[in-house]
């Protein structure tokens, strides 16, 4: 199937300009000094700090290296060093497998672990920010948020979220024409959580027909089941549309009760 009309975006330095104008003016207002965010070597991070510099200035930009092991993310952790040199942020590296381990009594499974992973990345940041009078930005897109493809109280721990709007595909388009490396943007999308791990591998479907299916479901009006009638494969769309409702409550404001 081509892509619908309207998904990718046709007007690149308006969109650069509205991100910018967005980050510019946040951090302004909560009268923060600037932004730290994690550096993974993948393309949303990639984009998201291009942005931050271009809003900013690079003084105004910490980005922290968060591998598990530095030694098993050599190519990751290099391809965000080179990014950052060439933008001339500040860069740290912090290490997360010492921290981890403290938590091997708990027995953990792959995903936990995962997940303590992702939120001890988050307290690193707020960490960094609260002495410094930051904020954390964030790099989740729009895809990543309908499919809950991220880690409550994690990388979803942010105090800003400047390519919240962008499908996959529309992070790739910025990305190419802010001259993102071809490195960065060519590799499998990937957290980053163990060995193996890509974010195609784990949604079970490809992020082109991922990005095609919510666009239609959720700027066209189109429902579940119109999406199959237009052609996508049935156990794909049951499978987007099962991210999307078991994820509901990562979008949603904390549950109370109702006030008297």
């Not at 910018?20 to 998201?48: H, N, P, Q």
């Not at 980005?63 to 942020?89: Q, T």
């Not at 990005?211 to 009638?229: H, Q, S």
Request: with cysteine; hydrophobic share 40%.
């Amino acid at each position: 199937m081509n892509w619908p009309d309207g998904l990718k975006l046709t007007d690149l330095e308006e969109a650069k300009t509205r991100i910018v104008d967005f980050i510019s003016d946040y951090v302004r207002t909560a009268k923060a000094k600037g932004v730290v965010m994690g550096l993974s070597g993948g393309i949303d991070s990639a984009l998201v700090c291009s942005l931050a510099v271009e809003a900013l200035g690079p003084e105004r930009v910490l980005v922290e290296f968060l591998p598990v092991r530095a030694e098993d993310d050599a190519k990751n952790l290099a391809d965000a060093r080179n990014l950052a040199d060439r933008l001339g942020v500040e860069a740290e590296l912090f290490e997360l497998e010492p921290v981890i381990k403290a938590f091997e009594p708990l027995g953990l499974d792959r995903v936990s672990r995962g997940n303590l992973a992702a939120r001890m990345r988050m307290a690193v940041c707020y960490a960094r920010a609260n002495q410094r009078g930051m904020l954390v930005i964030g790099t989740g897109n729009k895809t990543e948020i309908l499919t809950g493809y991220f880690t409550k109280y994690g990388d979803g721990g942010v105090d800003l979220l400047p390519i919240a709007n962008l499908y996959k595909v529309n992070v790739q388009q910025l990305s190419e024409y802010m001259g993102i490396p071809r490195a960065i943007i060519e590799k499998p999308p990937s957290a980053g959580l163990w060995e193996g791990q890509t974010d195609e591998g784990e949604l079970g479907v490809l992020y082109d027909e991922i990005d095609k299916m919510l666009y239609l479901r959720f700027e066209r009006g189109v429902d579940w089941n119109g999406l199959e009638e237009m052609g996508f494969d049935k156990a794909k769309v049951d499978r987007v549309r099962s991210l999307y409702l078991r994820s509901q409550h990562k979008r949603e404001p904390l549950p109370r009760p109702e006030s008297r």
